[in-house]
């Protein structure tokens, strides 16, 4: 089961803008840190930024003054607000959470199914 959702990505100019954002399923109640990781064709998957459940952010030196990651105030979505956008940007975008909870049980290590952006020069 998909219990995170990307949209946003498309296709943009340099220097240009986009918003991604990370939806949690319905069934999802709480969920911890938020992550942002983007793959490269040919490259390994990377993180981007980080959001704590408290709304810390980390971001990666690459993106550091460019990408800004907020969250809900529910805490069940994420977003990813990309500017000054570089063709290096270029990738598949992932949201993951390494924990959450439903009225159930614990889900870990949950990845949504990726939202491609690509920056043309």
């Known amino acids: 089961q998909v219990d995170l959702v990307e949209s946003g990505g498309g296709l943009v100019l340099a220097g240009g803008s986009l918003r991604l954002s990370c939806t949690a399923s319905e069934r999802i109640t709480t969920i911890g840190s938020m992550y942002w990781y983007r793959q490269a064709p040919g490259r390994q998957r990377e993180v981007v930024a980080e959001?704590?459940?408290?709304?810390?952010?980390t971001y990666a030196d690459s993106v550091r003054g460019r990408f800004t990651i907020s969250r809900d105030g529910d805490k069940r979505s994420s977003y990813l607000q990309m500017n000054s956008l570089k063709a290096e940007d270029t990738g598949i975008y992932f949201c993951?959470?390494?924990?959450?909870?439903?009225?159930?049980?614990?889900?870990?290590?949950?990845w949504g199914q990726g939202t491609q952006v690509i920056v043309s020069s």
């Open positions: 959001i704590t459940e408290r709304g810390t952010p």
């Open positions: 993951y959470s390494p924990r959450m909870t439903t009225a159930w049980n614990v889900v870990y290590n949950q």
